[in-house]
C-alpha cells in the first residue's frame, strides 16, 4: 500500500510551522502515514499566507475545504472541525490543517485572497454544513436552491423520514434544534 | 517519491500555428498581440445572457449568467448545483460496501476511478492490501475507463465544434470498451467493479482476447482521431490561444489533471504518490506549453497513447492469484467453504447483514481521474458506515477557474473552452 506522499505527508508543513510560526500550531497528531495540524482561526490566514509563500512549503494548490460535524463532544471540545487540505506540487505533499468552532460561532476567515480556488470549496461548505466565512464576497448557497431550509450534512438535520408527533412522543414537533436525538431522520 | 523537476519542464511536441492564427485575426480585422477585450469600448450597452442550463454545449446541466459587450464576455457566473444528489450524506447512512454504488454515480463516466479511490480510502483504514493480480486488473480496468472517457470528451468537445465525424468516430471505439465494461461487471457504465479489498470476481476468459484486441487496434484509431482534427485548420483556429490558463493561476485555483498539465505543470497522482501499483509501470507524462485548449486537446490524445502503454505493460505482466483480499473481515468468503466451513458461513453471515467495522481515523486518498485529482477524505468512527466522507471532485474545481478563462473571449469560443475543461457535471454537483 502506498501512502500518500511519503514519508510521511504534511510532515513538511508541520515542521515549517512548528519553526516560523511556533505559537500558531496548538496540536500536530500523524496516522496512517498523514499528519494533522490543528492551528486557531485567528493564525489560519498567516499560516497558509506562509505555507502557500515559503520556498520549503510552496502549498499553492487548495485541494479542498470541508467540515466535520461533531454534535455530541460540545462543550467539552468545539462542535465543527473545518478542514483545508492543501498540496504543493514542488515538493508533492499534501497536508491538513483543522481549525475548531463552536456551534454557537461557526466562523472561520475566508482564504479566497490567498486562494482562488477556495472560493466555491467555501461556499459549498457554507451550503452543505453552514460554516460563515468572514470576508467572502459573495457567500451565498452553490449547490442547493437559494431558498432551501438547513444545512444537510449537519448531523442532526433530519433527511429521511417525516418526523410525526403522536401523544406519547409529542417533543417530535418541536422545532429541529430542540428534537431528541435519537430521532428517526438524524444520522448521527 | 523525488521531487518532481522545476516547472515548464520538457513539452510534448507542440506547434502552435501562431502565424496562422494571427493571420487568422488579422482577416477579421484584429492586430497581432491584441485580446478581443482590448476592442470593445465597456460602455452602459452590456447585455446579460442566460447559457443553459438547457444547453448541448454545457454537457449536462450548467448554467452560466454571461455578462456580454457585443459578443465579448465580460463576465460569467456559473451556477451549479442541478444534479446535486447529496450522495456525500448518503455515504453517512449506508454501510461501507453500499457506497460504492453511489460513487459509481458521482463522475458518471469514470466510474472505475470513483469505486478505485472510495476503496483504497477504507482500505487504508482497515490497513489492508489487495493482491497483486487485483492491483494490476485494477489498473487495467482504470486505463480503459480512461480511454472511454477521453474518447468522450474527444467526441463531445469535437462536436461542440462542429466537427460531427469526429463524434461518430468516438462512439464506434468506446463501445468496445464499455462491451469490456459489460463483461467484467455484466453493466456497461455503473460498474461498481471495484469493491473494498478486491474486484467483484475475477476476469473470465474472453477478457484477454479483448483487452488484447484493445491493445493491437486503438494505436491506430488513436492515429484516426488524430487525423481528424488534430491538423484540422478550423480546429486550430479556434482553439490555439483560446481560454489561457498560465501555471500559476491553474494551482491557485486548483486545477488539477489534463488542465494543469497542458498549461505545462507535469503534475500526475499516478507518478507523483503511486498507488496500486502504478509505480510498476513506465509512462510518460505529457503536457502543454500554453495552457490553451488546443493544449488541452494536445495532453488529452497523449494520454490516451500513455494509457495504452500502461495497459499493455499491465496485461502483459498479469500475475496469477486471487484477486480479493483473504480478510474475512473486509472479503467475502468463496462460495465452496460455505459448505464446510462454519467459520466462513458467520464471517459472511456477517458481513451481508452487518458489513464491516473499519477503526476510527481519518485518511485522505487521491487518485488520477481523466479529470484531475479525485479524492476522498474519509472520517471513521469505528462503526459499519463512513461518519463524513467529502469527496473532492476535480471538475468541480476546474469549473470554478472558467470564468477566469473566458474572460475577454467571444461568446462563440466559450462553448470550446468548457469543452476542453472536461466536466462532468455529476462530478461537478454530486
Redesign the interface.
Known sequence: ??????PMSGARAADLLERELPTAVRRRDS????V?IWVDRADLVAVCTLLRDHPDAAY?????V?A??WPDREPAEPRFDV?Y?L?S????D?C?LIVQVTEDDPNVPTLEEV???????ER?CFD?LGITFTGHHDLK?????TDWDGH??RKD?A??GEPIAFTHNLEWALPAAERPRDMPGG?R | ?T??P??GGPVTDVDPLSEQYEAGRGRLGIEPGLDAIDLVEIGDSTMELNMGPMHPSTHGVLRLVLNLEGEVVLECRPD??YL?T?F??DF??HTYQQCIPYTDRMDYLSPLFNNLGFSLAV???LGI?VPLRGQYLRVIMCELCRLASHLLWYGTSALDLGATTAFVYAWRDREKLLDINELVSGVRMHTSFIRVGGLLADVPDAFYEMVGAVIKTFPKLIDEHELLITKNPIFRQRTIGLGTLTP??A??????GPVLRGSG?P?DLRK????SSY?HFDFDVPIGRTGDVYDRYLVRMQEMRESLKIITQAFENLPDGPVNTTDRRVALPPRNELNTSMESLIHHFKLVTEGMRVPA??????VESPRG?L?F?L?SDGTNRP??C?V?APS??NL??LP?MVRGELIADVVAVIGSIDIVLGDV??
Open positions: 500500500m502506498t501512502a500518500v506522499g511519503s496516522g496512517l502515514g498523514e494533522t499553492t494548490t487548495p485541494v479542498f470541508t466535520v460535524d478542514v487540505m498540496r506540487l514542488q515538493h508533492n499534501v491538513r486562494f482562488a480556488g477556495m472560493d466555491w470549496h459549498e452543505l448557497r452553490i449547490l442547493l436552491p444537510p450534512l438535520y433527511s429521511f444520522s | 517519491m521531487a518532481l522545476p516547472l451549479i448545483g446535486h447529496g456525500e450524506k453517512e447512512r482500505e487504508r483504514l492490501e500559476e493561476d494551482m491557485a485555483y486548483g486545477a488539477t505543470v503534475y507523483a504518490q503511486p498507488y509505480d481515523g481519518q485518511v485522505y486518498q487521491a485529482e479524492g477524505y472520517v461518519y463524513r467529502k473532492r468541480f474545481s470554478s477557474a477566469h454537483d454530486r
